[in-house]
């Protein structure tokens, strides 16, 4: 008996596709390798991640497009924000004012970073065009790794503290000016005003959105209570909103989540309770957001040149914020040995990073392309590397539990 095909055609239905499928198996493997990681060997459901994201972008698996756009650089984007918002909301700049040595030493490392990998990059003959965007990249620590890395390890202690707000002061100038720069590279001119205006503009709308998120937000917390989860909901709502409009105006999404978080830290002093009340949906993102980075950085092409390029890139940047972070150190109330373990967990290097070079690639595809092949495999490294250096930097100061798997989860106080 001939069935016929028209039978079958009344019960097939258009679905999401397989890429859809691909995404969903990926992160239920994701997820389930990072909770064994630090079930078993105590390290950072990161770690995990990434390694997956590693392993299926080195199979073959290339459900993203390069440079990033679209769905997956919205949720990259997002991802990003959610993270530099809380981490931007716990600045206070008064510290600033009381210990000043911090700014310091956060400018000292930035700056020395930037100068060691573009010198280096240079002595090996790579051209000025492509060391500086290297520069600017390896310039940003990233708050978003190590966000993870403290919670997974319940790290408190002035470690944490001064290695949290160094990485996400190194994010903010390189996200400053690598989007400034990536205009610049896409319209390079011989005029000092050009060079200065996308700056000026990036800068300007970032912080225009950032004020208007702030507002909102503040207004909402006003009559909306702190620990309710529909004020999560509404938080991250208005965090996507900003996502879009910062980047259509030719703004940085994630830099105008940073500095939204901090004006609304010197606006509304209390700590809110919303990443924990978001619980699921914030962890998805996340996980989403570090299996999308090590996917993507594992398709990078490997050549000899670009691997002395990336062992340069990767060995100038921790000497680098090594020395910067001791020089700065001095007077800034910390101990060298705290300044030594501050300099480690400043190690990694993922999203902000990748961000900046799809920003380069899409600016000018051509000429980007020597950027990303020694971008994407030092943010990769980067990312599984510093991770892991960036625990035990936080164990070895003695704020990082040493079985966070198996700790009791700390009880919410009223009120919070």
Same mark, same amino acid.
């Given at each position: *008996?001939?069935?016929?095909?028209?039978?079958?055609?009344?019960?097939?239905?258009?679905?999401?596709?397989?890429?859809?499928?691909?995404?969903?198996?990926?992160?239920?493997?994701?997820?389930?390798?990072?909770?064994?990681?630090?079930?078993?060997?105590? *390290?950072?459901?990161?770690?995990?991640?990434?390694?997956?994201?590693?392993?299926?972008?080195?199979?073959?698996?290339?459900?993203?497009?390069?440079?990033?756009?679209?769905?997956?650089?919205?949720?990259?984007?997002?991802?990003?924000?959610?993270?530099?918002?809380?981490?931007?909301?716990?600045?206070?700049?008064?510290? &600033?004012?009381?210990?000043?040595?911090?700014?310091?030493?956060?400018?000292?490392?930035?700056?020395?970073?930037?100068?060691?990998?573009?010198?280096?990059?240079?002595?090996?003959?790579?051209?000025?065009?492509?060391?500086?965007?290297?520069?600017?990249?390896?310039?940003?620590?990233?708050?978003?790794?190590?966000?993870?890395?403290?919670?997974?390890?319940?790290?408190?202690?002035?470690?944490?503290?001064?290695?949290?707000?160094?990485? +996400?002061?190194?994010?903010?100038? %390189?996200? +400053?000016?690598?989007?400034?720069?990536?205009?610049? &590279?896409?319209?390079?001119?011989?005029?000092?005003?050009?060079?200065?205006?996308?700056?000026?503009?990036?800068?300007? #709308?970032?912080?225009?959105?950032?004020?208007?998120?702030?507002?909102?937000?503040?207004?909402?917390?006003?009559?909306?209570?702190?620990?309710?989860?529909?004020?999560?909901?509404?938080?991250?709502?208005? !965090?996507?909103?900003?996502?879009?409009?910062?980047?259509?105006?030719?703004?940085?999404?994630?830099?105008?989540?940073?500095?939204?978080?901090?004006?609304?830290?010197?606006?509304?002093?209390?700590?809110?309770?919303?990443?924990?009340?978001?619980?699921?949906?914030?962890?998805?993102?996340?996980?989403?957001?570090?299996?999308?980075?090590?996917?993507?950085?594992?398709?990078?092409?490997?050549?000899?040149?670009?691997?002395? %390029?990336?062992?340069?890139?990767?060995?100038?940047?921790?000497?680098?914020?090594?020395?910067?972070?001791?020089?700065?150190?001095?007077?800034?109330?910390?101990?060298?040995?705290?300044?030594?373990? #501050?300099?480690?967990?400043?190690?990694?290097?993922?999203?902000?990073?990748?961000? !900046?070079?799809?920003?380069?690639?899409?600016?000018?595809?051509?000429?980007?392309?020597?950027?990303?092949?020694?971008?994407?495999?030092?943010?990769?490294?980067?990312?599984?590397?510093?991770?892991?250096?960036?625990?035990?930097?936080?164990?070895?100061?003695?704020?990082?539990? %040493?079985?966070?798997?198996? %700790?009791?989860?700390?009880?919410?106080?009223?009120?919070?």
């Amino acid at each position: *008996m001939t069935e016929d095909p028209s039978f079958w055609a009344q019960w097939l239905k258009p679905s999401a596709g397989f890429d859809t499928l691909h995404w969903s198996l990926l992160l239920a493997v994701a997820s389930l390798v990072g909770y064994l990681l630090q079930r078993h060997l105590n *390290m950072p459901k990161v770690l995990g991640y990434a390694a997956v994201g590693t392993l299926a972008g080195f199979l073959g698996f290339s459900a993203t497009a390069w440079p990033l756009q679209g769905p997956a650089l919205f949720l990259l984007e997002l991802g990003v924000s959610i993270v530099l918002f809380e981490c931007g909301g716990r600045i206070t700049l008064r510290w &600033f004012r009381h210990n000043p040595m911090v700014l310091v030493q956060s400018l000292t490392e930035a700056a020395l970073t930037y100068g060691a990998v573009y010198f280096t990059l240079r002595w090996l003959d790579v051209p000025a065009a492509t060391a500086t965007p290297l520069a600017l990249i390896a310039m940003a620590a990233s708050p978003v790794v190590l966000a993870r890395v403290i919670n997974d390890t319940r790290a408190v202690g002035p470690v944490t503290d001064r290695a949290m707000v160094l990485a +996400t002061l190194s994010t903010l100038y %390189a996200l +400053t000016l690598g989007s400034a720069k990536a205009e610049i &590279f896409a319209r390079p001119t011989a005029s000092l005003w050009q060079d200065i205006t996308p700056v000026l503009v990036v800068l300007g #709308v970032s912080v225009a959105v950032a004020a208007l998120l702030c507002l909102a937000m503040r207004l909402a917390l006003q009559w909306m209570s702190p620990t309710s989860e529909n004020t999560s909901i509404f938080m991250l709502a208005l !965090i996507a909103a900003a996502t879009v409009i910062a980047a259509h105006l030719g703004g940085s999404a994630p830099l105008a989540a940073l500095l939204g978080g901090m004006l609304l830290k010197q606006l509304h002093q209390r700590p809110w309770a919303w990443p924990r009340q978001l619980g699921t949906a914030s962890s998805l993102l996340t996980m989403l957001m570090f299996v999308l980075v090590s996917t993507t950085a594992a398709q990078a092409s490997w050549s000899g040149a670009i691997a002395v %390029a990336v062992i340069a890139l990767v060995m100038a940047r921790l000497l680098a914020k090594a020395v910067g972070v001791g020089l700065g150190n001095i007077g800034s109330g910390a101990s060298w040995r705290q300044a030594v373990w #501050v300099a480690c967990a400043m190690t990694p290097m993922s999203a902000v990073a990748l961000l !900046i070079t799809s920003q380069f690639s899409q600016a000018a595809p051509e000429a980007a392309q020597a950027i990303a092949g020694t971008a994407l495999p030092a943010i990769l490294l980067l990312e599984l590397l510093g991770a892991v250096l960036a625990t035990l930097a936080l164990r070895r100061a003695g704020e990082g539990a %040493a079985h966070a798997a198996n %700790a009791t989860p700390p009880q919410p106080q009223h009120g919070d």
